[in-house]
């Protein structure tokens, strides 16, 4: 089985268990699933320093233990759901196990060295966002950065992570970018954005594109510490080196202390609403499925 295939079972695995326990509405919530598997969920002693959470094989019942350090419950969420992904995944506990049984978990979504916890990663973010979940909020909400920050509010996830899933599962072009300084350090575009042009990836690494809202925006440190937003227009060339143009919404707000911006790539124009019938409308969609037909 290859990682990436891997990766992705865990975001289903993680889904499937949000669709059994019952959930047809967000929040999903992932302390009440623990505690209904018989595992006790504890806060972590302040003395812990360093760890997001862990996963404790003690008898009579396990254990997870999850940080509050950041006061932020969008990353307690993940956290514990990152435990469960230990506890629920196949092979997760007998590696535990192998290791003493005891699981320290340090945060990073995508940046951890393992395999399970990138894995963990993956179930929590499927558990927590569901992808009919997401297509429900990112349907009934606006395009863009807007419906994925109300999508984070009523999910209890942080912004990053609902933006990896918004850009995972929309059935609308939507590409999120996340840089820091002038420096792309990942980029994940929507199925439908991929059908924008060709060639539509971005490496890690790439420059964040010349000129753009992005790039000035990251010019002033003060703006991501703070949180600052930002709004301009691009073309897809600004950022993507492929063969169609057509102009997008780039919507840029800061991640605060993590010293990162997460951009938003998105546009009105290129929402097909499937329940309109207008001749223009419906023009649109197809103008854009399998690929975009405007070149300008
Ligand atoms: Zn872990």
Redesign the pocket.
Known sequence: MTAKFRLRMATQTGEKYARDEGYRSFPVRPMDIARKHGILVEKKPPDMKGISGALIFAEPNPIIIYSTEHSNEGFENFSVA??LG?YFLPGHPEEILKGGGA?M?RAGFSEGDSS??LE?DHFASGLLMPDYLVREALGSGQVGLEGIRSMAGVAGASLTAAAIRAAECAEFPLCIIVSEGQSVRYAFPSPSFKNLGRNIFLRKGSAVADGSATAVFNGDLGNIAGGGHSVGECRLRDWFDTDRNPLLDEEVIGLGKYGLTLTVLSSEELVADPEDDDDDEEALAKSWTPRFAYDR
């Open positions: 990152h435990e230990h699981h978990s399970i916890e963990a």
